[in-house]
């Protein structure tokens, strides 16, 4: 694998140069696509009549950050840059650059992009993230009037943050007609898709891998309905490639592969990770290092119960030492994962005594210490939650000024 890597290296670099000095046309893509099977990648296409040339967009699913150079290879197209920063980097990597900065700019210019016939079709990743391609897809819809999502609560630094999950479903707002590509990549020995991996390290393994296939397999152009909107569109399209390819269509978000992301990277830093050991497999510790431990789980459950007053302390406990993580017991008990019983608006015994509101704390002046709020109840309701989050958001923002 290492001999192959840096032979690899240098073909690679002609590969580059090559592609870049050849105008686009077909006896460009047949010498950058035999010169790739040198470095391992193999591109097979099933029903390429199927490929209509009147269509402006292509969708296609999101396996690995170099699905739109290998679809390059079949044919003319562009994918729009849109997390890379734009310079060299971007423009050696084959992406387009328009210069927009929001979405609806990006949208915009697009649409100005695909209005010129003269100019390649669009190639799209509607996931926005990429996949291993094995367990389902990623949601293509996006609601741009209800865009509040799902409100994540996280605990970071004595302060409340929300994180909206949403989907995307722009892609089909530029085109009426457009043409899925189910793409599925095989690689032995070596995993195709990590996530969090940047792609230099994705580059680095597909050269030190014997081989990696890419299967391309057109799928027949979709037009839209009458009077349909692009989030009926989208999923359409996404029921479709997800029959073609075996898997399910899920409701789980780029935003929520980020998310999960970023819980992995915190609980791989605590001492005890979750999952790893259980909790009666445990090595026994001395005396000392028991009590340094229930002092810790007792102060962690204190934050806990800051935010979430209605769970009982000892739930809040027995989660915390499962898990380790104020973070992660917030979630388990707001997503149901914990089942508990409510507590009343009475205080318990192991509670300390209530500190005056807000208002009463900024009447009796500086010289009384505020007191931090806590919301009265949990809302059943998605909307009611994500008030209560901003209003208790507010209300922190007042408690920190004081």
Request: some cysteine; proline content about 8%.
């Amino acid at each position: 694998g290492l001999c192959l890597l840096v032979l690899r290296l240098f073909i690679g670099a002609h590969v580059f140069l090559v592609s870049c000095a050849l105008p686009d046309s077909v006896l460009r893509r047949f010498i950058v696509r035999v010169m790739c099977s040198v470095l391992g990648l193999f591109v097979r296409q099933s029903d390429p009549r199927l490929r209509d040339a009147s269509v402006r967009v292509y969708i296609a699913n999101h396996v690995t950050q170099f699905d739109h150079n290998v679809i390059n290879l079949l044919t003319s197209c562009n994918t729009p840059a849109l997390n890379a920063a734009p310079g060299f980097l971007c423009w050696s990597r084959g992406f387009l650059e328009l210069g927009a900065g929001s979405r609806a700019e990006l949208v915009h210019s697009l649409k100005v992009y695909s209005s010129h016939q003269a100019n390649p079709p669009l190639l799209l990743f509607p996931e926005e993230a990429a996949t291993n391609g094995r367990a389902g897809l990623l949601r293509f819809r996006y609601r741009e009037r209800q865009a509040w999502g799902r409100a994540r609560m996280v605990l970071a630094l004595g302060s409340l943050t929300a994180e909206f999950s949403l989907c995307s479903s722009w892609p089909f707002s530029l085109a009426d007609v457009v043409q899925p590509v189910a793409l599925h990549v095989q690689r032995p020995l070596v995993t195709v898709s990590v996530a969090d991996s940047s792609w230099i390290t994705e580059l680095l393994w597909t050269f030190f891998a014997p081989f990696t296939v890419y299967q391309v397999r057109w799928l027949p152009s979709v037009p839209r309905r009458a009077e349909e909107p692009s989030e009926d569109f989208a999923l359409r399209v996404q029921e479709l490639l997800a029959v073609e390819l075996g898997v399910v269509s899920t409701r789980l978000t780029a935003a929520d592969k980020t998310e999960h992301m970023k819980r992995l990277r915190h609980t791989s830093l605590l001492p005890f990770a979750p999952g790893s050991q259980p909790l009666a497999a445990r090595p026994r510790v001395p005396s000392g290092l028991g009590a340094a431990e229930d002092v810790r789980i007792a102060a962690m459950a204190q934050r806990v119960k800051e935010v979430l007053p209605h769970v009982p302390l000892e739930v809040i406990r027995t989660d915390l030492a499962r898990t380790s993580c104020v973070d992660t017991t917030i979630a388990n008990l707001l997503e149901g994962s914990v089942p508990f019983c409510p507590e009343s608006g009475e205080d318990s015994a192991d509670l300390p005594a209530p500190a005056p509101s807000l208002p009463e704390a900024g009447a009796q002046g500086s010289a009384a210490a505020p007191a931090k709020p806590a919301p009265q109840q949990f809302a059943k309701s998605p909307v009611e939650r994500h008030l209560s989050l901003q209003e208790r958001k507010r209300a922190l923002y007042d408690y920190a000024r004081r």
